[in-house]
Nanobody
Framework: QVQVVESGGGLVQPGGSLRLSCAASGSIFRIYAMGWYRQAPGKQRELVAG??????TNYADSVKGRFTISRDNAKNVFLQMNSLKPEDTAVYYC???????????????WGQGTLVTVSS
């Protein structure tokens, strides 16, 4: 069984910062990439930032220069969010593109999400 768990959301004022954390655990043979997505009320889920096993990163245009994705090992990733704006308010989800150890099946694993609210 595979689990993806996010933490670090909360309420922050415009211009403030938050750091989200994500940990993947369980029967994992290999993680190809991990990423952060967000879904605002009434909108579709969108990619915020991604990082591959080789360390390559990509960002949505709306967060470039403000958000940074990083990792400390193959299973933990972080999203440092600076200069937050009200339009960054959303539920943030962590995603792991991985291979399950016992079946060797490819799996797109999602966390439950963590709410980020940017408001004064």
């Amino acid at each position: 069984q595979v689990q993806v768990v996010e933490s670090g959301g909360g309420l922050v004022q415009p211009g403030g910062s938050l750091r989200l954390s994500c940990a993947a655990s369980g029967s994992i043979f290999r993680i190809y990439a991990m990423g952060w997505y967000r879904q605002a009320p009434g909108k579709q889920r969108e990619l915020v930032a991604g990082i591959t096993s080789g360390g390559s990163t990509n960002y949505a245009d709306s967060v470039k220069g403000r958000f940074t994705i990083s990792r400390d090992n193959a299973k933990n990733v972080f999203l440092q969010m600076n200069s937050l704006k009200p339009e960054d308010t959303a539920v943030y989800y962590c995603n792991a593109d991985l291979m399950v150890a016992d079946s060797l099946n490819r799996l797109d694993a999602w966390g439950q999400g963590t709410l980020v609210t940017v408001s004064s």
